[in-house]
């Protein structure tokens, strides 16, 4: 199910290019997301099914720096959001909630799959990320890797090599990095078609990630060819989250003080 906001129209949306974020290692991808919708000209048009999702609802996000009726409008957060630029034909999912657990096939099936395949949208991009601690000899230079389709089948080809299996194992059997059971789900459901799918891994530690999320998404817009920014615009949802301001201590301040 998908409840559109005011006179919103998923016809805007068909054939553009859909990114979707994985609830995974710091939090990456979904600051990543965060940053495209504050940063960019996004505005939210619709709402996907939550049913799956733990339950979750807040004041909605904004930024000082830019007007808050872009993304403010209408007033409260959801857990699974669909935003759209017009201006770069881009679509974003924004989950501000995980899977609950042992739901993400039927998510990703009935939810996630079935919002792709209505849209026959041209191409999709995954946003993940991974511990660096698995990961040998990492620098500044494959900090964030790119993964295409052809990447996707050879290594799902080496799974059958290795394995000697009918059916291929985790796409990543043998590298340090694993995907996640969400993004391989992603990944499975989408073999079949025909659409061009990029995943951009960010190898990360737990901490401030903030630098890390603005990394991938600099990755992330050098890939879409999208140069109408010079400063990423942080919501006001990261002010206050690693200790840089007093913590708010009466309800009057807000969620976000």
């Given at each position: ?37 504050h940063t960019l000209s996004f505005t939210k048009i619709a709402i996907l099914d939550d049913t799956y999702l733990h ?11 830019v007007d808050a009726t872009v993304t403010a409008k209408y007033g409260i957060a959801n857990p699974l959001e669909v ?32 919002f792709i395949e209505e849209q026959e949208f041209s191409k999709i991009i995954l946003l993940d990320s991974s511990d ?126």
């Open positions: 199910m998908v409840h559109t906001l005011g006179s919103y129209s998923l016809s805007e949306i068909k054939h553009s290019t859909l990114i979707i974020p994985s609830i995974a290692m710091g939090n990456i991808p979904q600051l990543t997301v965060d940053l495209l919708i339950p979750f609802s807040s004041p909605n996000d904004f930024s000082e720096l935003y759209y630029s017009a201006k770069d034909n881009l679509t974003l999912i924004q989950q501000r909630s995980p899977i609950i657990n042992n739901f993400t096939e039927i998510f990703v099936d009935s939810v996630i799959y079935k660096a601690g698995l990961l040998e000899n990492l620098t500044s230079e494959n900090k964030v890797e790119i993964f295409t389709n052809e990447d996707l089948m050879y290594k799902s080809l080496e799974s059958l090599k290795i394995s000697n299996k009918s059916e291929p194992q985790s796409l990543a059997s043998n590298d340090p990095y694993k995907y996640t059971k969400y993004i391989q789900q992603l990944i499975k459901a989408l073999r079949p078609t025909k659409i061009e799918l990029d995943v951009l891994v960010s190898h990360v530690y737990e901490g401030d990630n903030f630098n890390d999320a603005e990394l991938l998404a600099d990755q992330l817009v050098s890939r879409l060819e999208t140069k109408d920014y010079k400063k990423w615009v942080r919501p006001i949802s990261w002010s206050g989250a690693y200790g840089d301001k007093p913590v708010p201590n009466a309800m009057e301040q807000g969620l976000y003080g």
